[in-house]
Nanobody, 122 residues
């Protein structure tokens, strides 16, 4: 089982990035999927997730309206489209998967990819 995140980089404020998370060992339809971030000096936070059935998505207030989580089942990849990036979005971003019934519970995310770093300059 592996989740491989990529797509991070350095952008200026207002720019966009799309993070990808390639999944192997299971299908993206079998798990709830989430993106977390860990900023310098802060704790890790869940910023977006969606149910395995695609019936619901959730976004933290800090990214609502700017970020979109989606998946490509044919490629077994989950994405995080990030628009209108701000310096406070600077962090290491991680994809994760959960089989917990409470799909919005951060503690339920047991399968993790490595981080990809996003740096936003003003």
């Amino acid at each position: 089982v592996q989740l491989q995140a990529s797509g991070g980089g350095s952008v200026q404020s207002g720019g966009s990035l799309r993070l990808s998370c390639a999944v192997s060992g299971f299908t993206v339809d079998d798990y709830s999927l989430g993106w977390f971030r860990h900023a310098p000096g802060k704790g890790r936070e869940l910023i977006s997730c969606r149910t395995r059935s695609d019936a619901d998505t959730w976004y933290a207030d800090s990214v609502q309206g700017r970020f979109t989580i989606f998946k490509d089942t044919s490629k077994n990849i989950i994405y995080l489209q990030m628009n209108n990036l701000k310096p406070e979005d600077t962090a290491a971003y991680y994809c994760a998967a959960s089989q917990n019934v409470n799909w919005r519970a951060a503690v339920g995310y047991k399968l993790w990819g490595q981080g990809t770093l996003v740096t936003v300059s003003s």
